[in-house]
Nanobody
Framework: QVQLVESGGGLVQPGGSLRLSCRAS????????MGWYRQDPGKQRELVAT?????????ADSVKGRFTISRDNANARKTVYLQMNSLKPEDTAVYYC??????????????????WGQGTQVTVSS
Protein backbone atom coordinates (compact mmCIF):
# COMPACT_ATOMS: atom_id res chain seq x y z
CA GLN A 1 0.00 0.00 0.00
CA VAL A 2 1.36 3.41 -0.97
CA GLN A 3 2.18 5.95 1.71
CA LEU A 4 3.63 9.45 1.65
CA VAL A 5 6.58 9.83 4.00
CA GLU A 6 7.47 13.41 4.95
CA SER A 7 10.58 14.83 6.56
CA GLY A 8 12.36 18.13 7.12
CA GLY A 9 10.11 20.10 9.46
CA GLY A 10 11.38 21.83 12.57
CA LEU A 11 11.98 25.10 14.36
CA VAL A 12 13.62 27.98 12.53
CA GLN A 13 14.08 31.68 13.19
CA PRO A 14 12.33 34.30 11.05
CA GLY A 15 14.25 34.80 7.82
CA GLY A 16 15.61 31.27 7.93
CA SER A 17 15.15 28.34 5.55
CA LEU A 18 13.87 24.78 5.68
CA ARG A 19 13.53 22.06 3.08
CA LEU A 20 10.67 19.58 3.27
CA SER A 21 10.77 16.23 1.49
CA CYS A 22 7.99 13.80 0.68
CA ARG A 23 8.52 10.36 -0.80
CA ALA A 24 5.79 8.05 -2.09
CA SER A 25 6.59 4.55 -0.90
CA UNK A 26 5.30 1.55 -2.81
CA UNK A 27 4.53 1.21 -6.51
CA UNK A 28 3.02 3.99 -8.58
CA UNK A 29 1.77 3.54 -12.13
CA UNK A 30 1.48 7.28 -12.63
CA UNK A 31 1.56 10.37 -10.42
CA UNK A 32 -0.45 13.24 -11.86
CA UNK A 33 0.24 15.92 -9.31
CA MET A 34 2.04 16.32 -6.00
CA GLY A 35 1.81 19.20 -3.62
CA TRP A 36 2.08 20.70 -0.17
CA TYR A 37 -0.71 22.03 1.99
CA ARG A 38 -0.59 23.51 5.47
CA GLN A 39 -2.95 23.86 8.38
CA ASP A 40 -2.98 25.90 11.54
CA PRO A 41 -5.12 24.75 14.49
CA GLY A 42 -8.65 26.08 14.08
CA LYS A 43 -8.13 26.97 10.43
CA GLN A 44 -8.84 25.24 7.14
CA ARG A 45 -6.12 23.39 5.31
CA GLU A 46 -4.73 25.62 2.57
CA LEU A 47 -2.75 25.02 -0.59
CA VAL A 48 0.92 26.00 -0.48
CA ALA A 49 2.26 24.70 -3.80
CA THR A 50 1.68 21.99 -6.39
CA UNK A 51 3.65 20.48 -9.26
CA UNK A 52 2.23 18.29 -11.99
CA UNK A 53 3.69 15.58 -14.19
CA UNK A 54 4.88 18.18 -16.68
CA UNK A 55 6.58 20.19 -13.92
CA UNK A 56 4.06 23.01 -14.07
CA UNK A 57 3.87 24.68 -10.70
CA UNK A 58 1.27 26.62 -8.75
CA UNK A 59 1.85 28.65 -5.57
CA ALA A 60 -0.24 30.40 -2.99
CA ASP A 61 0.21 34.16 -3.26
CA SER A 62 1.55 34.27 0.29
CA VAL A 63 4.57 32.10 -0.58
CA LYS A 64 5.40 33.23 -4.13
CA GLY A 65 9.03 34.26 -4.45
CA ARG A 66 9.95 32.55 -1.17
CA PHE A 67 9.03 28.87 -1.63
CA THR A 68 10.02 26.54 -4.45
CA ILE A 69 8.46 23.16 -5.18
CA SER A 70 10.30 20.53 -7.21
CA ARG A 71 10.23 16.82 -7.99
CA ASP A 72 13.05 14.32 -8.07
CA ASN A 73 13.86 13.33 -11.66
CA ALA A 74 15.13 9.95 -10.50
CA ASN A 75 13.32 7.20 -8.61
CA ALA A 76 10.22 7.34 -10.82
CA ARG A 77 9.73 10.97 -9.76
CA LYS A 78 8.05 9.88 -6.54
CA THR A 79 9.72 12.48 -4.34
CA VAL A 80 8.64 16.09 -4.01
CA TYR A 81 10.50 18.86 -2.21
CA LEU A 82 9.51 22.23 -0.81
CA GLN A 83 12.36 24.69 -0.35
CA MET A 84 11.19 27.41 2.03
CA ASN A 85 13.25 30.60 2.29
CA SER A 86 12.69 33.90 4.08
CA LEU A 87 10.37 32.17 6.50
CA LYS A 88 7.91 34.26 8.50
CA PRO A 89 6.08 33.50 11.76
CA GLU A 90 2.84 33.25 9.76
CA ASP A 91 4.31 30.27 7.90
CA THR A 92 4.03 28.29 11.12
CA ALA A 93 1.74 25.31 10.53
CA VAL A 94 1.60 21.57 10.02
CA TYR A 95 2.61 20.91 6.42
CA TYR A 96 1.00 17.99 4.59
CA CYS A 97 2.16 16.30 1.43
CA UNK A 98 -0.49 15.33 -1.12
CA UNK A 99 -0.38 13.19 -4.25
CA UNK A 100 -2.97 12.23 -6.86
CA UNK A 101 -2.11 9.31 -9.06
CA UNK A 102 -2.58 5.68 -9.97
CA UNK A 103 -1.12 3.37 -7.37
CA UNK A 104 -0.69 -0.37 -7.03
CA UNK A 105 -3.11 -1.80 -4.48
CA UNK A 106 -2.32 -4.79 -2.26
CA UNK A 107 -2.98 -7.12 -5.22
CA UNK A 108 -0.79 -5.05 -7.53
CA UNK A 109 -3.75 -3.73 -9.51
CA UNK A 110 -3.93 -0.03 -10.50
CA UNK A 111 -6.09 2.17 -8.33
CA UNK A 112 -6.47 5.93 -8.78
CA UNK A 113 -6.72 7.90 -5.56
CA UNK A 114 -5.56 10.98 -3.70
CA UNK A 115 -3.35 10.31 -0.69
CA TRP A 116 -1.98 12.43 2.17
CA GLY A 117 1.09 12.31 4.34
CA GLN A 118 0.98 12.35 8.12
CA GLY A 119 2.11 15.99 8.36
CA THR A 120 5.27 17.67 9.59
CA GLN A 121 5.40 20.65 11.95
CA VAL A 122 7.09 23.85 10.81
CA THR A 123 7.54 26.51 13.48
CA VAL A 124 9.00 29.93 12.70
CA SER A 125 9.84 31.78 15.87
CA SER A 126 12.63 33.75 17.48
Amino acid sequence: QVQLVESGGGLVQPGGSLRLSCRASGNAFSIYIMGWYRQDPGKQRELVATIDSGDSTNYADSVKGRFTISRDNANARKTVYLQMNSLKPEDTAVYYCNADGVWADTMGAPNQSEIWGQGTQVTVSS
